[in-house]
């Protein structure tokens, strides 16, 4: 996988940490590795909705990737209740339902972007750089790619 | 089934498999089916309600499915490893939101649910005036099959005529 010039927290020069939301354990993976390859951390990870919010407020992390159709409780609802706890948190949505009506509703509820399944590292690279704003910075690293 | 309803499912298909197999695809036979489905090797059923209802079962014999995860995986997977499995699950959830999409945005408004493995050995019953479609993408791991069953649901019955998959 293509390896891209790591995106650090600017208060700290960390690792900008992750929660992955997804009912496919092969999803969670591959988002993994994608983010793994933005030199990210993965803070925690939970397959529906409910599970979520308990793992969002557990771990705090700095983005949480988000899917729309899980069983027990979809990831709009669920965006919304973290937003509700947490009016700070930076949530996108990553699903293959990106229909016009679904992105509206998750950006309307808290959501600050929509990412479409299947997810190409290149776009959801630049929409956590866009997401983060001046709270992310682009670390140089010689030979990295994007 | 109106090729309105069908050819998002072909694009749809297209490019989400030639996005993660980096290779383009082929459609090879297209038939219709009446009689009840038989699972080919690893399926994943995602079944849909509102507008149009009914269901998708996405399939491929295990030695493809295991060639297709292992590519979208970036790693080599054994067809026991379970990730095969979810990989076929993925990509019809994949597959078909991508179709359901393009769909919402022609006016047609859907529930799509989880996918899940389908691991009996024949699909539930078609009903007496729904056939289904099936596709067969020809792919560099080999033959993935889509099989749509779908019908008008009850909301647009009475302004259209039912609709076999």
């Not at chain 1, 899980?70 to 700070?88: C, T």
Request: glycine fraction near 8%.
């Amino acid at each position: 996988m293509e390896q891209f010039s790591p995106i650090k927290r600017s208060k700290d020069g960390q690792a900008v940490r992750y929660l992955i939301v997804d009912d496919s354990v092969f999803a969670r993976k591959n988002l993994a590795r994608i983010i793994e390859s933005f030199g990210g951390e993965i803070a925690g990870e939970a397959g529906d909705g409910m599970t979520a919010i308990t793992e969002y407020e557990r771990c705090k992390p700095d983005i949480a990737l988000m899917d729309i159709t899980m069983p027990q409780m979809e990831g709009i609802e669920a965006a919304e209740k973290i937003v509700q706890q947490n009016p700070d948190a930076r949530i996108v949505m990553v699903s293959s339902v990106g229909y016009q009506e679904n992105i509206v509703a998750a950006l309307q509820r808290g959501a600050r972007h929509f990412v479409q399944k299947p997810v190409k590292p290149e776009v959801l690279y630049e929409v956590i750089k866009y997401v983060l704003g001046e709270d992310g910075v682009v670390a140089a690293t010689a030979g990295a790619g994007a | 089934m109106k090729m309105e309803l069908i050819q998002p499912f072909i694009n749809a298909a297209d490019a989400v498999l030639s996005q993660g197999l980096n290779s383009p695809m082929e459609i090879g036979n297209l038939t219709m089916e009446k009689e009840a489905y038989r699972r080919k090797g690893v399926a994943a059923m995602v079944e849909l309600s509102g507008d149009i209802e009914g269901r998708v079962i996405f399939d491929a014999a295990p030695q493809t499915a295991a060639k297709i995860a292992s590519q979208l995986a970036g790693m080599e997977l054994p067809e026991s490893d379970s990730l095969v499995r979810e990989a076929v699950c993925e990509l019809a959830n994949q597959v078909i939101g991508n179709a359901v999409a393009t769909l919402n945005d022609q006016g047609f408004h859907f529930r799509v649910h989880p996918p899940h493995l389908h691991t009996s050995e024949h699909g539930p019953k078609i009903t007496p005036n729904t056939e289904a479609l099936v596709l067969c993408f020809e792919t560099s791991s080999g033959s993935v099959f889509m099989n749509i069953a779908l019908n008008y649901g009850s909301s647009v019955k009475g302004s259209a005529s039912s609709v076999s998959a």
